[in-house]
T-cell receptor
Framework: KAGVTQTPRYLIKTRGQQVTLSCSPISGHRSVSWYQQTPGQGLQFLFEYFSETQRNKGNFPGRFSGRQFSNSRSEMNVSTLELGDSALYLC???????????FGPGTRLLVL | GENVEQHPSTLSVQEGDSAVIKCTYSDSASNYFPWYKQELGKGPQLIIDIRSNVGEKKDQRIAVTLNKTAKHFSLHITETQPEDSAVYFCAASTQGNEKLTFGTGTRLTIIP
């Protein structure tokens, strides 16, 4: 079974721009969660989607948003980028009824 | 909300020796505790997990123990090998809630 895939793997943007990151979960997994990883704050939960609905949300500003499609693929969007948004953005998927989350390789975003 | 503390932040052990990493959590409702290994340039990889109805779980050289009363859980790696060098994260969540709260990570270095 293929693992969680994320595209793109690397991205460079400038302040004020917006960015869209994509995540394809493991086949059969319907829950997709997003995390931000930075040296200062560690791994922090952004939000979780299940069956195209946001079920849970972390403490991030409204500039961070996401969505999930009927095939369980998910995207997250960050608008009006700030320098502090530079991070590794990780996507994780899990199957129905299972807590175990499997992570993708992440998208490394650099905001200049 | 949940708070997970992890110690030590760095750990160096001789190859063949054992390594122990400890975590404490604050929310008594937490009942799922995974451990992840993250290598440079990769996403976190699940190495072992434990649920609150179990006190100990072992998988070859890796074991996890859980003390619900004291709200702490530990990762034990025996007969360490150079490929065990990585950053290890503990995490906690509540059943039915996909949000993982992570510890701050332990950088483990195995000295040949």
């Amino acid at each position: 079974k293929a693992g969680v895939t994320q595209t793109p793997r690397y991205l460079i943007k400038t302040r004020g721009q917006q960015v869209t990151l994509s995540c394809s979960p493991i086949s059969g997994h319907r829950s997709v969660s997003w995390y931000q990883q930075t040296p200062g704050q560690g791994l922090q939960f952004l939000f979780e989607y299940f069956s195209e609905t946001q079920r849970n949300k972390g403490n991030f500003p409204g500039r961070f948003s996401g969505r999930q499609f009927s095939n369980s693929r998910s995207e997250m969007n960050v608008s009006t980028l700030e320098l502090g948004d530079s991070a590794l953005y990780l996507c994780a998927s899990s199957s129905p009824g299972q807590e175990t989350q499997y992570f993708g390789p992440g998208t490394r975003l650099l905001v200049l | 909300g949940e708070n997970v503390e992890q110690h030590p932040s760095t750990l160096s052990v001789q190859e063949g020796d054992s390594a122990v990493i400890k975590c404490t959590y604050s929310d008594s409702a937490s009942n799922y505790f995974p451990w992840y290994k993250q290598e440079l340039g990769k996403g976190p990889q699940l190495i072992i997990d434990i649920r609150s109805n179990v006190g100990e779980k072992k998988d070859q050289r890796i074991a996890v123990t859980l003390n619900k009363t004291a709200k702490h859980f530990s990762l034990h790696i025996t007969e360490t090998q150079p490929e065990d060098s990585a950053v290890y994260f503990c995490a906690a969540s509540t059943q039915g809630n996909e949000k993982l709260t992570f510890g701050t990570g332990t950088r483990l270095t195995i000295i040949p």
